[in-house]
């Protein structure tokens, strides 16, 4: 389970991203056990972005992170 200071971490990152990507902000974000997913009303589009710990105690995040996430979309062509 992440810490609540993590997922805080990871909603500020991402609302910098969407900020330098010229995009908008979410209308809500949640925090989940293990997540946040954040809400986009008028799009109809939910970003749920996992943050979880490595055995070392260090947050999963990164060159790694985007990797993943890559494997888990080819896997859907």
Do not use: N
């Not at 902000?25 to 749920?48: A, K, M, N, T």
């Amino acid at each position: 389970m992440a810490t609540l200071k993590q997922k805080i971490q990871a909603e500020l990152a991402t609302r910098a991203l969407l900020q330098a990507a010229d995009l908008p902000s979410p209308d809500r974000v949640e925090y989940g056990h293990g997540c946040i997913r954040l809400f986009w009303r008028e799009q109809r589009v939910v970003l749920v972005i996992d943050v979880e710990l490595q055995p070392d105690g260090a947050a999963v995040g990164g060159e790694g992170a985007g990797a993943g996430a890559r494997q888990r979309d080819r896997g859907r062509r």
